[in-house]
């Protein structure tokens, strides 16, 4: 089992940038799909991105395609989300998740870890 931490949120202007950190902790940490969900207030939880544990294959949603970019540093156990030409319809509360032989990467339901969120806010 392992754990998830996020952090990097905050108030940000619309058409700026801004980078989420989520720290992996745990052992056998490389054997998951990591993948970032956000949900803004009153909606559900929806995918944003995905990597696998190798960094090897990505998937997007297609609201932020071309400008959120996920990425895994193994020496620091974290994955990362970059996300560029922010919009106010981005703001969120930003989940990570990590879960086990993901088929379907764009399902909340693939993944059985979750981090406590960290707001993104653009205003």
């Known amino acids: 089992q392992v754990q998830l931490r996020e952090s990097g949120g905050g108030l940000v202007q619309a058409g700026n940038s801004a980078k989420l950190s989520c720290v992996i902790s745990?052992?056998?940490?490389?054997?998951?799909?990591l993948a970032w969900f956000r949900q803004a207030p009153g909606k559900d939880r929806d995918f944003v991105a995905a990597?696998?544990?190798?960094?090897?294959?990505?998937v997007y949603a297609d609201s932020v395609k071309g400008r959120f970019t996920i990425s895994l540093d193994n020496s620091r156990k974290t994955v990362y989300l970059e996300m560029g030409d922010l919009k106010p319809e981005d703001t969120a509360k930003y989940f990570c998740?990590?879960?086990?032989?993901?088929?379907?990467?764009?399902?909340?339901?693939?993944?059985?870890?979750w981090g406590q969120g960290t707001q993104v806010t653009v205003l």
């Open positions: 990597i696998k544990w190798d960094g090897g294959s990505t």
């Open positions: 998740a990590a879960g086990v032989e993901v088929a379907r990467p764009q399902l909340r339901y693939a993944y059985d870890t």
């Open positions: 745990g052992r056998a940490w490389n054997a998951y799909t």
